[in-house]
């Protein structure tokens, strides 16, 4: 007798000289990059309670599959930047494959620069999100990743 875990597959995503956008805000923010090259996206949803881009801090956060999550999706078309900021979900195109978190970490590192410039004080928020021990499923395969860099968001606000 034999125990199956499916297949488990160790990749390499294709995003690394993509940028990270964000939308959202307290409660529900979420993060992703989208290669329309090869039509897929990865994007990250945490449902934190804080302010996590506008707060110098570290802060741990479970990746599991309905908290925090981190979707791998194929599609058939290619993917607008609003796609993940719609409160209704867009009809097209459609996602043909689809891997979703079933653990993992995501730490979240923002930090502060505060510049005095002729127009006031400036605040630059400088957000990396690193991604550790993740797994992904679908179906009977999963994906597993010791870490990723998922990216960097920099934003300034001048007071």
Known sequence: MACDDGDVIFTSF??????LQQCGDV????????????RESLSLQIRAQDSILHVADTVVYTI???????FYR??????????????IPAISPQVTEEYISSAGEATVITKIVTDTTE????HTYTTQIRLRN????NNDESIVRESLILGVIERSEIE
């Open 14 to 19: 294709d995003f690394e000289e993509i940028d």
């Open 134 to 137: 993740l797994r992904m499923e």
């Open 119 to 122: 127009n006031g004080i400036q």
């Open 64 to 70: 599991d599959e309905t908290t925090n999550r981190l």
């Open 74 to 87: 194929k599609y058939d078309g290619d993917i607008e930047s609003n796609y993940f900021c719609n409160a």
């Open 27 to 38: 409660g529900d923010y979420v993060f992703f990059k989208i290669n329309n090259e090869n």
